[in-house]
């Protein structure tokens, strides 16, 4: 078949023109092999496949630290055909004229909108083994579980109805090596349907975090754990005493720096933080709740995430007791997700308002409980006095110390009143935050808290 090697520095694209080329052959093969029978089984293995030795894209490097030969190879390109280049598949529409039907051993469907040929399991299957029912079985295979394809969450076969053979399960290449495979960025999902989970992020520092000591500590073995944790686990033997992953609860106040502390750890750590909001995702509907769930725990693997689970009380509060089947189904449902956190290994962090919401046996599960008070004078105090960060001033006749002492608002809060004050310093543009201004700012902030305020 000549000389396949590839020159070094190639694109993704370069090098899957290649392997496309290839694929063609192949094709061309299988139907001389099935229905010419002008060539022989054998020239399937026979092959020759493009060669990535001297090619540093991200496809070529895939091929390469898994060692894939010609099977997984057309299973991958299949999978990204329908992506890339789905009229190299239209020839699969081609009808039995004897019985003016598809050929059924060709698999595939038509999609709801996409009018080209869908490759399926039974697509590679005959592409690879025709009619070799031993080849057939062995290359069962590549779509189970323990195969890096599902392993490393690359492709999968998506099944449409229960009752249809395994085989007829879709070839579906995942969003991440979708992306990796095509434009070599790095796919970074966001909240949708099939990943009910955002991408969250700050501009603050490490600065602008007033938290007492003992959250302070909290938060430096967490930092902790992300530099050193997964080497204590690999390379020690003390690593198999411990499970994998680090788990910890944060509780407290809104407004009192939970979810900042957890987007702060992913800024330092340069990793992703994701937020799952529980109140959203907890369904009414048996086996929904785990499945949103699983879609978050599925994606995860494997990647270096921080999973930050908020209003964690819509699951994970006060054990109810069994007396009907929904209090079963809703104890089933925290089950679950103790036990997919448990395996996770990686950094979750659930956040509570409230700690006597959450069951006491549950704590156990934790490597880590931090308690996130509301700000004391002295960091109140702190807080009035540096969010201005020197760009604004405070007019004479204001007593950040008063302020501080009479007013126990949280960090949050205390930023909420200033950003009420400086769109009115702005307004005016005196680059001056009046008393007044503050007053009428905590009134309606307090309101907001459902709370009076008296002057």
């Known amino acids: 078949m000549g000389d396949n090697k590839i020159p070094s520095g190639l694109s993704n694209s370069e090098c899957l023109e290649s392997e496309l080329a290839w694929f063609q ?4 093969l299988r139907g001389k092999i099935t229905f010419e029978q002008s060539a022989e089984e054998s020239q399937i293995e026979q092959f020759r496949l493009p060669d990535f030795a001297d090619s540093d894209s991200p496809y070529a490097r895939l091929v390469k630290r898994n060692a894939l030969g010609i099977e997984e190879r057309l299973v991958l390109v299949l999978s990204l055909l329908p992506h890339i280049k789905p009229h190299l598949l239209d020839v699969l ?27 399926t399991g039974e697509t590679a299957v005959f592409l690879l083994a025709g009619s070799n029912l031993e080849k057939r079985f062995r290359l069962l295979r590549l779509f189970e ?37 095509t434009t070599g960025e790095v796919f970074k999902p966001d909240f949708d349907m099939d990943f009910p989970a955002k991408r969250i992020s700050t501009d603050q520092e490490w600065s602008d975090l007033v938290i007492g000591e003992e959250v302070l500590q909290g938060v430096r073995e967490i930092q902790n754990w992300l530099i050193h944790g997964h080497r204590l686990k690999k390379d020690f033997k003390f690593g198999r005493r411990i499970k994998p992953g680090f788990r910890a609860l944060f509780t407290g106040p809104p407004g009192t720096g939970k979810t900042l502390t957890a987007t702060l750890l992913g800024k330092a750590c340069q990793l992703d933080v994701y937020r799952i909001d529980l109140s959203m995702i907890v369904s009414k509907y048996i086996g929904e709740t785990e499945k949103n769930l699983s879609k978050v725990f599925d994606l995860a693997e494997n990647k270096n995430w921080i999973l930050f689970f908020d209003e964690a009380d819509a699951l994970f509060g006060k054990r109810t007791q069994t007396s009907d089947s929904h209090d079963r189904y809703a104890n089933q449902e925290v089950s679950y997700l103790l036990q997919r956190i448990e395996d996770f290994d990686g950094l979750v962090i659930l956040c509570s308002n409230y700690k006597n919401n959450i069951d006491e046996a549950f704590f156990r599960r934790f490597q880590l409980v931090v308690d996130f008070d509301l700000p004391d ?79």
């Open 93 to 119: 529409h081609i009808k039995n004229q004897t019985y003016d039907t598809p050929f059924t051993e060709f698999g595939g469907i038509k999609g709801e909108k996409h009018r080209g040929f869908l490759p």
């Open 25 to 28: 052959e192949l094709l061309i």
């Open 377 to 455: 004078y002295f960091q109140r105090l702190r807080i009035w006095e540096s969010a201005p960060l020197g760009e604004f001033e405070y007019e004479a006749g204001v007593n950040l110390s008063l302020l501080a002492e009479k007013h126990e608002l949280t960090a949050a809060a205390i930023v909420n009143v200033l950003h009420f004050c400086l769109l009115k310093t702005m307004e005016r543009g005196d680059g001056k935050i009046r008393q007044e201004d503050i007053q009428q700012a905590i009134r309606l902030e307090r309101v907001k808290e459902g709370k009076s305020i008296v002057r």
């Open 145 to 181: 579980p323990n195969h890096f394809f599902a392993r490393e969450k690359i492709l999968s076969l998506e099944s449409t109805s229960k009752d249809e053979p395994f085989l007829s399960g879709i070839l579906k290449i995942s969003k991440e090596y979708l992306s990796i495979l």
